[in-house]
Structure formats: structure tokens, C-alpha cells
């Protein structure tokens, strides 16, 4: 034979120690409850609103045992302690008859508890989106600019990198931004940008700047060198061998 009072009993202590301070017992009185049995609540907020202080809804969920609970469903009533309308609790109300039907033979307090946190959670979530929804029907929201497309949205960033490039060239020294075909120069080109004597006193003053030359360039391009400064060499001397004999004339 079924010891009902003892499984009862038993339920209780172990809703105390889960939910402790979210437990209580209450007076027959105030709980809505027609019966004259222990009768119990439990303080109930969604999911993820556990703090009563700053959460919107908070649920009481009140029971109490019938004689041959569990074999029998428990005696419920529901109300709200903070924002939650009478249509939605009667609504709570049905859902959990219904899963205690379901529930028979085995203790099922904390289960309905748990689908009354889960309720509360899902059925003001929705509601919380609702509300957004509506706000926002309501507000004109007028557009600033060009609609961006995938077309304008490419042009604006080659536009962007150019830009940003640039702004980089300017603060590079010209050390940096010579390309590598100017530092690459063949014996030759060197010689005519330069001129020995720039080249002297450049290579006393910048002992450090290594200059990058081709040496297959430099090798193949040494008498065309030669032969180029003989020439100016030779162009000036007969220039002043002329002005000389002008002079004698």
C-alpha cells in the first residue's frame, strides 16, 4: 500500500532545498486554493531574468497535495506578482493541468514548475518582439544618402585604397619610394645621371647607402662607359684647340 503522506512529505523537503528561498508556505487562506491542506508557493521568473528586483514578470505558482497525490494530480492556481495579464495566466493555468495528467504516478511538482519558467520565458520574449515590431511601425524612419550596392560599394573602396595609398607615399621618405628599375641602373645610365664627381663625393658622404647596381649591366656596358666619357673628353679638347687657334687667327 502506497505511504501517500510519507512521498508527500518527502517532495516537500526536496523543493525546499533546490528552490529555498523561493519556497514558501502560505495560509490555506491566501492561496487561492480551495482545501484545507498544506498549501505552498513558489516565486517564479523566466529564464533568463532570474533577479525578482529587475525582472518584468514574476509568477506564483501555488499547490497543494490531495489525498492520494501522486496518483492523483495536486491542486494548482497561478497569479501574477509583477506584469502578467489575467488571459496569459489562465492560459499558464490549463498548460499545466494538462502536463499534471500527464504527470501521474510520480512526484511532478518541480516538473511543472520548470515548464511554468520555460512558459513565461517563451510567452514574454514574444511579447518583448511584439512590442519592437509595433514601435517601429510607428516610427518614420527616413533615409540619409545612396541605397549601397555591391557595384558602389567597389568603387568606393578602390577609391579608399587609392586615396589611402597616396596619403602613405606622401609621408615615405624618396629614399622609399624609388622603384627597384631605378635602383637597378646600368653602368652606363649611372655614370650620365651622376658624373665622376658627383660620384666621388657621394660615395664619401653616404658610405652606408648601398647602391644596388645590375652587375651583368655594369659589366657588359664598361667600355660603352669608357668609350662615352673619352668622347666628351675628346669633344672638349678639340672645342678648346679651336678657340685657341681662333685666338692665334
Known sequence: MTDYAQEQEMEIEALQAILMDEFEEIDASDSGLNTSNRCFQITISPQEEDDEETSKVLLALVF???????????????????????????????????????????????????????????????????????????????????AVTVQTFVAWRERFEAELALERAKLMPESALTTSKEKKLSGREWFERKGASQIADESEEEDDEDIDFDDEDFEDDEEDMLKHYLDESDVSSHSQRRSERTVID
Open 64 to 146: 497543494a497535495h490531495t489525498e492520494k497525490y501522486p496518483d492523483e494530480p495536486p491542486l494548482l492556481h497561478v497569479k501574477s506578482l509583477k506584469g502578467i495579464s489575467l488571459e496569459h495566466l489562465q492560459a499558464l493555468k490549463h498548460k499545466l493541468e494538462e502536463e499534471a495528467s500527464e504527470n501521474l504516478g510520480m512526484a511532478m511538482i518541480y516538473t511543472l514548475i520548470s515548464s511554468a519558467k520555460e512558459w513565461l520565458d517563451e510567452t514574454f520574449r514574444e511579447v518583448v518582439v511584439e512590442e519592437v515590431v509595433e514601435t517601429t511601425k510607428d516610427d518614420v524612419i527616413i533615409p540619409h544618402g545612396d
